[in-house]
């Protein structure tokens, strides 16, 4: 299984490899481009695509090449990316399901307000889900995995959201359609955009409040813009975002079959066990930047927590009805969504208590 614990246990493997005769000067025979919209400094750069891309020239024995390009170097919006895997224009490609909304509507139900649980968990989850349900969304590219990351907290530039009527009138930044009808309930100004605009719009005060998870907190800065940071209640957090790590159809079918076996090898269920314990993990690290920047974290209680998943509950049974009103099955989707979730993270769990 592909370990990604640490960037050196990628690079380092791949460094000795120089000392092969042949392997240093040799061309590579298959060389792709992987395209992503968050900085270089991001720990999914540096911790999960950057090493996958490694391991990947490692185990080919540098047969394949990987160059990888944060920041939307290779050109085009985030809204873009998943179209250029499937066009061509990047071979491979790391980018959020919800840049562009109603597309991949299956996947929404991970999405949708109090489903989400721990990363590492979800991520399981919803890589089996779309294993079963989502063959036909997919059919156009590679998938190399769907995850999530961890629950999205609540950062607020000035006044703190400590109770649902914090939330009126409020400017908050949402990751995806349904938060943003989510919000919408609550009372609360929903602004879409995608995380790489949230510090500008932060200083500029375009935004009130950031919706974010930990994970991502550090690479935007966000710590530094905002005064305090509101928790929910509860195992299962206000969301997630859904993540699609695809790669061009041609690109892996001019593969020959050794190679796509290894590509396979590093994909699916255990890419998405591993991605998600390590957005866990850097959710982890994000909290304590928050921590240390002296901003208040304050946990919303129990009580305001159920008072604002009575109130949003309308997001989800509309989900669920306009889903059934075109043939996807609504409720079974959204049932098998959390049974599977359910699932993983008793597995997640049992395996952590083993551990002691």
Known sequence: MLSFKVLKRAVLPWVSLLAIPGIANAEAEYHFRMSHQ??????????????WAKTIEQESNGRIKIDVYPAM??????????????????????????????????????ELPFMAARAEATSQAIQQFADEEMAEAFRDV????????????????????????????????????PIAEAYSEMGAMPVFMPAPQLASALSK??????????????????????????????????????????????????????????????????????????????????????????????????????????LIQPVTDA??????DDGHKGKYLYERANALIDQYSNSVKTASESNF
């Open 38 to 51: 968050l900085p270089p400094a991001s720990e999914v750069h540096t911790l999960i695509l950057e090493p």
């Open 73 to 110: 170097q290779l050109g085009g919006k985030p809204q873009q990316l998943f179209d250029q895997a499937r066009r061509g224009t990047a071979d491979i490609v790391w980018t959020v399901a919800g840049y562009t909304p109603g597309r991949f509507r299956k996947a929404e139900v991970f």
């Open 142 to 177: 590679k998938l190399l995995t769907i995850h999530t990351n961890a629950t999205g907290v609540l950062h607020s530039r000035d006044n703190p959201i400590r109770t649902l009527q914090d939330f009126k009138d409020v400017k908050v930044r949402a990751p995806n359609k």
């Open 205 to 310: 005060g375009v935004i009130d409040v950031a919706s974010l998870s930990y994970d991502i907190l550090g690479p935007m800065k966000v710590h530094e813009l905002v005064s305090s940071h509101s928790e929910l209640s509860g195992d299962r957090g206000l969301y997630a975002q859904v993540f699609l790590f695809a790669m061009n159809k041609k690109s892996y079918q001019s593969l020959p079959d050794d190679l796509k076996a290894l590509i396979d090898r590093h994909s699916g269920l255990p890419l998405a066990r591993e991605a998600g314990r390590l957005l866990d993990e850097m959710g982890e690290r994000g909290k304590a930047l928050a921590v240390a920047t002296n901003n208040p974290i304050y946990t919303i209680s129990a009580e305001e927590t159920r008072a604002i998943q009575q």
């Open 319 to 324: 989900w669920i009805e306009d889903m059934s």
